[in-house]
């Protein structure tokens, strides 16, 4: 297993457009976490899953934002409609209940 | 919020130790301490965790004081690519991890 797996590495998007990550966890880890990271920040937490059910969402996470985990392996982040305020860094980390996050190497996004 | 509180930086010279302190006053009997590090362009990387005894892996050592008000994490014998973003985290249970801005370490040749 390579570990937590990320893509794209980077995207450019023009305003009002939307955009799509995808995360690939460790393959025995049942937990899912999805973070957004800007320049100078700690990582914030966006929301996360155990298996296929999403069991929390920041109030960051505004209705233009939407994650899925379909059948309990990989996941999907998608932004509708960007705003130059979604450019950051989205991170995803995954577990196994109650022990450590492995992380990804992320995702950053530009809104221009 | 985070809970914790650290320095915003440090700087150890190559080969010392690196004392990273973290005060986290408010913490509650079940709650754990966790720290993570960041290095420019990567995720973060767990590190070590403990309740309210020291613990010790292979990358470093955490001291948590008696009244578990503060911790300090120790790498022994740093090296520039110990060079990073180091987040000290309290969690209860499992609550997903809540992040500060950690304390930026450069190790000096």
């Known amino acids: 297993d390579t570990g937590v797996s990320q893509d794209p590495r980077h995207k450019i998007t023009k305003r009002g457009q939307n955009v799509t990550f995808r995360c690939d966890p460790i393959?025995?880890?049942?937990?899912l976490y999805w973070y957004r990271q800007t320049l100078g920040q700690g990582p914030e937490f966006l929301t996360y899953?155990?298996?296929?059910?999403?069991?929390?969402k920041s109030r960051l996470l505004s209705d233009r934002f939407s994650a899925e985990r379909p059948k309990g392996s990989f996941s999907t982040l998608e932004i509708q409609r960007t705003e130059q305020g979604d450019s950051a860094m989205y991170l995803c980390?995954?577990?196994?209940?109650?022990?450590?996050?492995?992380f990804g190497s992320g995702t950053r996004l530009t809104v221009v | 919020d985070a809970k914790t509180t650290q320095p915003t930086s440090m700087d150890c010279a190559e080969g010392r130790a690196a004392n990273l302190p973290c005060n986290h006053s408010?913490?509650?009997?079940?709650?754990?301490v966790y720290w993570y590090r960041q290095i420019h362009s990567q995720g973060p990387q767990y590190i070590i965790h403990?309740?309210?005894n020291n613990e010790t892996n292979e990358m470093a050592s955490l001291i948590i004081t008696e009244d578990r008000k503060s911790s300090t994490l120790i790498l022994p014998h740093a090296t520039l690519r110990d060079t990073a973003v180091y987040y000290c985290?309290?969690?209860?249970?499992?609550?997903?991890?809540?992040f500060g801005k950690g304390t930026r370490l450069s190790v000096i040749a």
């Open positions: 980390a995954s577990s196994l209940v109650g022990r450590s996050y492995t």
């Open positions: 393959s025995e880890h049942n937990r």
């Open positions: 899953f155990q298996n296929e059910a999403q069991l929390e």
């Open positions: 408010t913490i509650s009997g079940n709650e754990y």
């Open positions: 403990g309740l309210k």
């Open positions: 985290i309290v969690r209860v249970g499992d609550t997903p991890l809540v």
